[in-house]
């Protein structure tokens, strides 16, 4: 079975750091893309950064110089360091990736099932 697993959530005060993680398990050959969503109370679920295989990175513009994504190909995880956190960067915070299951030999989007980001004083 394959799944992805978050961590590294919390409560930080404005202004602070903190950075998530994402580790992809199970059987699968590939794993193509990598990305963070995010979803606030009331709102819908928002692009926040993806990375491709090869380390191209996409950023929402509301994080663009305070937040970095990257990966670790070996470990088949993706990290979100997160800079000059902002009360509105509150929200649950979602992991996927394109992996190809060694069941299915073809690509599919999964999802984690979510780490709580709380930045308040």
């Known amino acids: 079975q394959v799944q992805l697993v978050e961590s590294g959530g919390g409560l930080v005060q404005p202004g602070g750091s903190l950075r998530l993680s994402c580790a992809a398990s199970g059987s699968f050959f590939s794993i193509n893309a990598m990305g963070w969503y995010r979803q606030a109370p009331g709102k819908q679920r928002e692009l926040v950064a993806t990375?491709?295989?090869?380390?191209?990175?996409n950023y929402a513009d509301s994080v663009k110089g305070r937040f970095t994504i990257s990966r670790d190909n070996a470990k088949n995880t993706v990290y979100l360091q997160m800079n000059s956190l902002k009360p509105e960067d509150t929200a649950v915070y979602y992991c996927n990736a394109d992996l190809m299951p060694i069941t299915t030999m073809r690509y599919s989007t999964y999802w984690g099932q979510g780490t709580q980001l709380t930045v308040s004083s």
């Open positions: 990375i491709g295989r090869g380390a191209t990175t």
